[in-house]
């Protein structure tokens, strides 16, 4: 896995000073964030208070209004030219993001086509692999992800965490860099949650750089490097799963954990227990 | 005057030729529509507005104006602007360009059916726009867009009638022309009307069994 050259090496997500606007509607108003190799941040925050945006301004399935968005040291999805930026062709938007893979929330696997076939067709049509050889490593994928013995099964024969776990195997195949995902649980039913976490826990043991958008405190607690508590469009609290989930007194960071203890208390005793 | 069934087998070798060249004309009419229908409902797609403008002009034209209109202007304009087309080419040519504007309309919409989150996906793995076109919208939403491709192929073949009027031999001007020479009205139209039944329930019966080759992913949805 260890091929670091220089040591602390540049990030490999760089996102300066970036704004969004949808039409009248600032959703982010200034975002600056770091990623480097190796490391899980965790975003969390209130519902509407710009996430998904932001990952999908890093992916450029958004394009943001305002600011510099690096991966690995390249610009995305614009070219700096006499003081204005110019949108660059498709194709070059998917060289810059070539290392980037994203899992949504709604997994969107392709219904008309097998497991194997939702990981192999990509490697086919946008890596030109023969097609032995696409179907040699999509299988290899989905039995990394745990499902080796559901390879011809269609999406809609496939549980909620099965179907994930295929979006997973289909962005991990084209090997990438960073994984992106927006909140990959919050479509599943509760049961199926662990299934999707674990394998998510793998990568990150495995040293996959991650960014999770997510409402699994838990897990960020567990897994993250960083945690980045969004609000209203800017970053209102960042750093470790301790500093932001016990130290940090922002006051809207408190309400939004407290809701969030509140919303997930099961048993009234002296303890006041909550899920995971 | 009695339902003489004898007219037609009297005239069976003008009526067998007018057939054919009806089924030529509105097959050639249909395939060259499809194919328009379906590179206008891309370029549409996947253009930006300056593009799909003459476009979308070409379309409203089509739509908003009769066919039989629309075969005079190619058949007897023509000429004015070089264009000097027989009456078979002039009159496939507009079956195809008058279908074809039909067509990209329901490409049009089979395109928006499929959810844009399996586009993104797609463009996230670096497949092309079309690309994604030919591998996940197409094969998705032809299930769907089937019977209004069928439907249409349907009115396509009644159409064809109307090439009668640049002078083409086609079924119904045979049967037009024999009707009036023998007055037999009645089994001439009958026999009109039995055959494009006829295409009709054949592109129906096609229809219906290529919706459930190209279906079969959506069967499995039902276990
Ligand atoms: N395409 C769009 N057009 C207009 N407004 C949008 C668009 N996408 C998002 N918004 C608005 O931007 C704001 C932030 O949305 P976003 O989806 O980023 O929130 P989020 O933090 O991911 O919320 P959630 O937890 O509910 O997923 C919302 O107010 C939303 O209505
Ligand atoms: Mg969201």
Known sequence: MAEEKTPNSRPIIDVRGVWKRFGSAEVLKGIDLQIKKSEVTCIIGPSGSGKSTLLRCIAFLEEYSEGEIYIEGELLGFSLENGGR??????????????????????????????????????????????????????????????????????????????????????????????????????????????????????????MTMAVVTHEMGFAAQVADTVMFIDHGIIAASGSPNEVFRENQNSRLRQFLQNYFERNVFWQGSEGAAAP | MTFNLAILTDNWRDLLDGMVLTVLIWAGGTVMGLAIGLMVAVVQLLTNRWIAAPLNVYVAVMRGTPFLIQLFIIYYGGPFFGLDLTPMVAGVAGLALYGGAYFSEIFRAGFVSVPPGQIEAARMMGISRLAIVRHVQLPQMLVIILPALANMTVLLSKETAVLSVITVNELTSVVQSIGSTTFAFAETLLFLALVYWAFLEIVTAAARRLEKRVGRFMLRTQN
């Open chain 1, 86 to 207: 110019r949108r660059v062709s498709d194709a070059e938007v998917d060289r810059v993001r070539r290392n980037v893979g994203f899992v949504f929330q709604q997994f969107n696997l392709w219904p008309h086509m097998s497991a194997l076939e939702n990981v192999a067709m990509p490697l086919k049509l946008s890596r030109g692999m023969p097609r032995e050889e696409a179907a040699r490593r999509a299988r290899a994928m989905l039995e990394k992800v745990g499902l080796g013995h559901r390879t011809q099964a269609y999406p809609s024969q496939l549980s909620g965490g099965q179907q994930q776990r295929v979006g997973i195997a289909r962005a991990l195949a084209m090997e990438p860099h960073i994984m992106l995902f927006d909140e990959p649980t919050s479509a599943l039913d509760p049961e199926l949650v662990g299934e999707v976490l674990q394998v998510m826990r793998d990568l990150a043991s495995e040293g």
